[in-house]
Nanobody, 124 residues
């Protein structure tokens, strides 16, 4: 599965931004798509996951109620809609695909394919 993330940019605190992750058709045989982020000097952290066929979603507590993950099956594209952005949301955001259920939605090692990352900067 090949992934192409896009949509990052500079936004003021309180603003909104939407990220996209275009996937190759092979994603139809995959279990889920997730989003992770990595801020400077920090470890990569889980943000959200959506199961590709069923659409079940999971969120990190830090983004619950502010971010929404979705997917368009026909376009083989996943999305991360981010509202009420905070400066601490500043990070490089990565989309990733989990080929099969690995017992954890938040463990980055359980994902098989990764996009190149897109930078989100939230100014205060």
């Amino acid at each position: 599965v090949q992934l192409q993330a896009s949509g990052g940019g500079l936004v003021q605190a309180g603003g909104s931004l939407s990220l996209s992750c275009a996937a190759s058709a092979r994603i139809f045989s995959s279990y889920a798509m997730g989003w992770f982020r990595q801020a400077p000097g920090r470890e990569r952290e889980f943000v959200a996951q959506i199961t590709w066929s069923g659409g079940t979603t999971y969120y990190a507590d830090s983004v619950k109620g502010r971010f929404t993950i979705s997917r368009d099956i026909a376009k083989t594209t996943g999305y991360l809609h981010m509202n009420s952005l905070k400066p601490e949301d500043t990070a490089v955001y990565y989309c990733a695909v989990q080929r099969s259920y690995r017992g954890s939605v938040s463990y980055s090692g359980g994902y098989n394919y990764w996009g190149q990352g897109t930078l989100v900067t939230v100014s205060s």
